[in-house]
């Protein structure tokens, strides 16, 4: 079943196209990645999904509810945490989380049941009774996500979750959200700017530039298209002249002294040029410490794909 979909999608600012013709099929039950650089349009269709805006042109379709006919529909259903800070100063997190519940009617005994397993799996028992205000930028950001799990939802926007969070809570929180993908089928709208995140997290993966979709695929497949270049690296003992002239012959290959002698290569047919090189090598006696292949990133294919678009 399609979670979310939508056809042509437009919206014009004036003269500025922030989203320009965008097709989507997302299907329910994963954690969909929504990539893109500064200005690309990321939050302006975040906004359109949730109601918050109307578009220009186009279809939208959420939760098979067409947003421009019932978006009061659509809101009961989902939760959104966007860029932009949202909380009352002066409430405690413990408050915070049961206010939230309250505002969507949820009964007494199962606020206090939820909250008090939403303050342990966000890690956030130690600072239950301080004040929203006196929290950090990453623990406000937390209590933040924790608070949209209150209620009943079927699909949750998340825009940069997890800024302001420390390695160990960011993961803490990457690994509670693809628990409740699994136990409960909830789908996951997931931008961020940390691309180890998405890979980690993500099952498919949209990247946006100039408001266009660029490409969607699974993390994996996603390299296999455009992570068509590879590296390898072979740690050798010294540099000699000799084999500096017969490597300055492949464009492909360079050699790097620091931190210790390493020939590099990066290309397409990298293993083609491998079997040459160590040919090279054997000949010059040059004797090799080590040698690894480095496996193409998510970072990589996005600053390819960004670039190529531009």
């Known amino acids: 079943m399609l979670c979310i979909e939508t056809k042509n999608l437009r919206k014009k600012y004036a003269s500025t196209v922030a ?43 959420v939760l098979g509810i067409d947003s421009s006919k019932h978006p009061l529909e659509i809101r009961k259903k989902i939760g959104v945490v966007l860029q932009q800070p949202s909380y009352e100063p002066t409430l405690s997190a413990e408050k915070s989380l049961d206010k939230y519940g309250m505002m969507w009617n ?27 205000e006196d929290l950090s930028i990453g623990q406000r950001r937390r209590v933040q996500v924790a608070r949209e799990f209150m209620h009943d939802m079927e699909l949750l926007f998340l825009d940069e979750p997890t800024v302001g969070l420390d390695p ?40 946006i530039n100039n408001g266009k979709i660029m490409a969607v695929d699974s993390p994996s497949e996603l390299k296999n298209r455009f992570g068509y270049e590879k590296t390898i690296k072979i740690h050798i003992s010294t ?35 491998l079997l040459n090189i160590l040919k090279i090598l054997n000949e010059t006696e040059t004797k090799i410490n080590d040698l690894s292949a480095i496996p193409t990133n998510l970072e990589e294919i996005f600053l390819k794909v960004v670039g190529d678009s531009n």
């Open 106 to 132: 949820i009964d007494k005994k199962t606020r206090k049941k939820r909250t008090e397993e939403l303050l342990s799996a966000f890690g956030l028992e130690e600072i239950r009774k301080k004040k929203m």
């Open 168 to 207: 160990t809570a960011r993961r803490k929180l990457l690994d509670f959200l693809r628990d409740q993908v699994k136990k409960s089928g909830l789908t996951i709208f997931y931008t961020t700017h940390v691309l180890s995140e998405a890979e980690y997290l993500c099952d498919k993966i949209a990247i």
């Open 19 to 61: 989203v320009d013709g965008i097709d989507l099929q997302i299907e329910s039950g994963q954690v969909f990645g929504f990539l893109g650089p500064n200005g690309a349009g990321k939050s302006t269709v975040i906004k359109l999904l949730t109601t918050l805006i109307s578009p220009s042109n186009g279809e939208i379709s």
């Open 239 to 273: 540099v000699s002249e000799e084999l500096k002239l017969k490597l300055s012959e492949i464009p492909e290959c360079q050699i790097k002294l620091e931190p210790e002698p390493t020939v590099v290569i990066t290309s397409t047919k990298s293993e083609i040029i």
